[in-house]
């Protein structure tokens, strides 16, 4: 069983940084595919960023294109999501997930992932 853990939310005022780690056991997080995912409230989960399973394909969501950054290390089977110069509108609960048989380099569409996390609070104060 594929078991996926988000960390490092919390409470940052706008134009600050933040990074979220996402921590995968069960199976061979080498073969993933993982993306970050995010629900603000009254909203509907939206993409935020893709990896592919070796690391050297990224996408990202035009609205954090050049402020997020996703990485990933699996030797720690992990992936990560660096935020920067963070806005209000950034405020949402963030989801990691993974795609253990990916079809395609990077997976953008939620109904892909087989697992998800929990989910992480951030919140950016104006």
């Known amino acids: 069983q594929v078991q996926v853990v988000e960390s490092g939310g919390g409470l940052v005022q706008a134009g600050g940084s933040l990074r979220l780690s996402c921590a995968v056991s069960g199976g061979t997080f080498r073969s993933y595919a993982m993306g970050w995912f995010r629900q603000a409230p009254g909203k509907e989960r939206e993409f935020v960023a893709a990896?592919?399973?070796?690391?050297?394909?990224?996408y990202y969501a035009d609205s954090v294109k050049g402020r997020f950054t996703i990485s990933r290390d699996n030797a720690k089977n992990t992936v990560y999501l660096q935020m920067n110069s963070l806005k209000p509108e950034d405020t949402a609960v963030y989801y990691c997930a993974a795609e253990t048989r990916p079809r395609t380099l990077v997976v953008v569409t939620a109904n892909e992932y087989d697992y998800w996390g929990q989910g992480t609070q951030v919140t950016v104060s104006s």
């Open positions: 990896i592919s399973r070796g690391g050297s394909t990224t």
